[in-house]
């Protein structure tokens, strides 16, 4: 079963809150506001993209991006037994959560990539959460880490 100190986790566990935090706020803006003119998002954003609003993306946003990191944190810091998580999980000698934690870091590279590709332009925060989501799988991927989640 899974160590219980904390050891190299915890910057795994903060890496997940703060993106979980960061894009519930982000995806209920865009829930709340599907024009996008909360946030000074132009309706030529969506031009490239199969959306005729921001309600989709800010959905998803705010479920695989925000709640679902916030989740694995919470899991990684307490043994939590999810069964559709452990079904899920392509790596069973891991604990649930790491597994999940790689899961996150390839959803939000996957995320931003598709963003620049509708956008057709690249900024300074899509370079910021492509680094995140490579930092997330690194920091995943850390031996000590991998340790501490093994079975």
Do not use: C
């Not at 079963?1 to 190299?8: E, I, L, P, V």
């Not at 479920?63 to 307490?78: A, E, K, N, Q």
């Not at 452990?86 to 000698?93: A, F, V």
């Not at 934690?101 to 900024?123: H, K, N, P």
């Amino acid at each position: 079963m899974m160590k219980r100190s904390m050891g190299r986790s915890w910057l795994l566990i903060v890496m997940h809150g703060f993106l979980g935090m960061g894009a519930i706020v982000g995806g209920s803006i865009l829930i709340m506001d599907p024009t996008g003119s909360m946030v000074n998002l132009p309706d030529s954003v969506l031009e490239h993209s199969p959306f005729t609003s921001f309600l989709f993306p800010g959905i998803i946003l705010l479920l695989v991006l925000g709640v679902m990191p916030l989740v694995i944190g919470i899991s990684l810091m307490r043994y939590v037994h999810w069964e559709l998580g452990e079904t899920l999980n392509l790596y069973p000698d891991r604990y649930w959560a790491w597994t999940f934690s790689l899961y996150t870091g390839f959803a939000l590279i996957i995320w931003i990539m598709v963003q620049v590709y509708w956008i057709q332009d690249v900024s300074i925060i899509h370079l910021v959460y492509f680094a995140w989501g490579v930092g997330i799988q690194v920091v995943t991927l850390w031996p000590g880490v991998q340790q501490k989640y093994s079975k």
